[in-house]
T-cell receptor
Framework: AQKITQTQPGMFVQEKEAVTLDCTYD???????LFWYKQPSSGEMIFLIY??????QNATEGRYSLNFQKARKSANLVISASQLGDSAMYFC???????????????FGKGTMLLVSP | NAGVMQNPRHLVRRRGQEARLRCSPM?????VYWYRQLPEEGLKFMVY????????ESGMPKERFSAEFPKEGPSILRIQQVVRGDSAAYFC???????????FGPGTRLLVL
């Protein structure tokens, strides 16, 4: 069974508008973390934002915010005021395991391609 | 402060040859992870290493693939007798002890002819 599901293969948005990229996850572990990474056409993986399962507030990093709905097991990425440079592939990922286990491995979704038009 | 370094960025091999991929973690990071990204797919975990130790290799194929992280020098992912199905982007990530975030290198794109 897929642990991370990104249902939108592609999304289009106009410059300066907000866009939401969907991510749902599946885990029975009470302690987990959720990440979003951006992969531009150059290929590198850029860390955007992190949400811990015990965090009380939704994470925010500049124009990025994570809409965390624990009961629904969703962790959608919201990008406000889109810019042309936001055009890229976006991956949602989950870390499972005890917070202080010393290491964690990530499970990735298949990604959503975002295209920002002028 | 340099990020995670990987080389080469692109590697072309013929079937049956060996591929060696190198990863230097961020300064101060002692945990290294390798992931593989097949075309049109997300990244999949292969192996996790600390200095001189393989901690978790549950995602690495049992044959032809090996990884090391010696006391001195970069981490190496080695693929022997490559086949066309090994063509992929291989990413290395590093983290500090107790930290949640893994920072990724730029990846090595392996093409097997």
């Amino acid at each position: 069974a897929q642990k991370i599901t990104q249902t939108q293969p592609g999304m289009f948005v106009q410059e300066k508008e907000a866009v939401t990229l969907d991510c749902t996850y599946d885990t029975s572990d009470p302690s987990y973390g959720l990440f979003w990474y951006k992969q531009p056409s150059s290929g590198e993986m850029i860390f955007l934002i992190y949400q811990g399962s015990y965090d009380q507030q939704n994470a925010t990093e500049g124009r990025y915010s994570l809409n965390f709905q624990k009961a629904r097991k969703s962790a959608n990425l919201v990008i406000s005021a889109s810019q042309l440079g936001d055009s890229a592939m976006y991956f949602c990922a989950m870390r499972e395991g005890r917070r202080n286990s010393g290491y964690s491995t990530l499970t990735f979704g298949k990604g959503t391609m975002l295209l920002v038009s002028p | 402060n340099a990020g995670v370094m990987q080389n080469p960025r692109h590697l072309v091999r013929r079937r049956g040859q060996e591929a060696r991929l190198r990863c230097s973690p961020m300064k101060g990071h002692s945990h290294v992870y390798w992931y593989r990204q097949l075309p049109e797919e997300g990244l999949k975990f292969m192996v996790y290493l600390q200095k001189e130790n393989i901690i978790d290799e549950s995602g690495m194929p049992k044959e032809r693939f090996s990884a090391e992280f010696p006391k001195e020098g970069p981490s190496i992912l080695r693929i022997q007798q490559v086949v066309r199905g090994d063509s992929a982007a291989y990413f290395c990530a590093s983290s500090t002890q107790g930290r949640e975030t893994q920072y990724f290198g730029p990846g090595t794109r392996l093409l097997v002819l």
